[in-house]
């Protein structure tokens, strides 16, 4: 399945800021994508790629599906539980070593 390229550099620095400005740390300070809309006039799928974008150039973002649903800044104490995830995923990822007395013995 092929996934759309996207052009992050179309995007003007003053939508990012704007972006950035309104997230705040926290998982209960999660603002709602919806707000951020209204806020900067942005539209839905712009703010989608802004948070994207945001977050490959190592902002810690989190977002929440569950009340209060929105986007948050992560703080060091764990907030970020989709990152404790991935780090969980790849350690069961890691090849693990041959049995001995394998075939080729």
Known sequence: M??????????????????LALLREGR?????STEIERVTGLKPRRVQQIIRKL??????IGSATQEPMGYYITDEQGDNVRETGWR????GARPSRPPSGGLDE
Do not use: K, M
């Open 28 to 32: 209960r300070a999660a603002v709602s």
């Open 55 to 60: 977050r490959l150039e190592g902002h810690s």
């Open 88 to 91: 969980r995923l790849e350690r």
């Open 2 to 19: 092929d996934q759309t390229a996207f052009n992050f550099d179309s995007i003007p620095p003053s939508d990012e800021a704007a972006v």
